[in-house]
């Protein structure tokens, strides 16, 4: 696919945690209110979480990882432990906000009610610590780091990895995770447009 030189700019820009239209002076309240940010990628079986700290145009890492429930557990027991493992994370980094996937289509009804439940315990895990909770669909996350709505799961990890200054690509759920607290990050830093949703 040909890249031409406005969106090449727009990517090493994107890259260095940088945007024209962003700059310190110029950050929305949100911004200046919301510097660490937790984002969850909600499952059942592999929740992620990243909890970025943002300061001046550079993100940072604090914290990333997959929370796993093994296949023989319960989805009562999944649900506790996907709750209790995200309020260690918020308590230990103190964020403000949480950026949480938005719902999507699922064919399969048991796999839209699971993924519904699952993001369920995320929201109260955040919503116990009063974090403003900010919903992002796939394709916009992925349109905000790649640059392409429909990229491949392997071009976010190495993209966040970049931005974020990574020694190794993160796993899966946590790339995706971090990518959308880097994604809400730059959204309510613009001088210019509105916050994703909040719920």
Not at 61 to 73: D, V
Not at 135 to 152: D, F, W
Not at 154 to 162: D, L, N
Request: charged share 20%; glycine share 6%; aromatic share 6%.
């Amino acid at each position: 696919m040909a890249v031409s030189a406005k969106q090449f700019d727009q990517l090493v820009k994107r890259v260095a945690g940088k945007s024209s239209k962003e700059d310190d002076a110029s950050q929305s309240p949100a911004a200046r209110k919301h510097q660490i940010i937790i984002g969850i990628d909600p499952s059942l079986r592999g929740t992620g979480y990243g909890v970025i700290q943002q300061v001046s145009e550079q993100a940072e890492a604090l914290n990333h990882g997959t929370i796993k429930c093994p296949t023989s557990w319960k989805v009562s027991r999944c649900l506790a432990h996907i709750h209790e493992s995200l309020r260690e994370v918020i308590l230990k980094h103190q964020p403000t906000a949480c950026a949480i996937e938005g719902l999507f289509y699922a064919q399969n009804y048991r796999t839209a009610l699971v993924m519904g439940e699952a993001r369920g315990a995320a929201m109260v895990a955040a919503a116990s610590f009063g974090l403003d909770i900010f919903e992002l669909a796939p394709r916009k996350v992925k349109l905000a780091i790649v640059g392409y709505g429909n990229a491949q799961k392997i071009a976010v990890a190495k993209m966040v990895q970049r931005m974020l200054k990574l020694e190794e690509v993160p796993q899966a759920d946590a790339a995706d995770a971090l990518a959308l607290a880097l994604a809400f990050s730059q959204e309510s830093r613009r001088r210019i447009g509105t916050l994703p949703k909040q719920i």
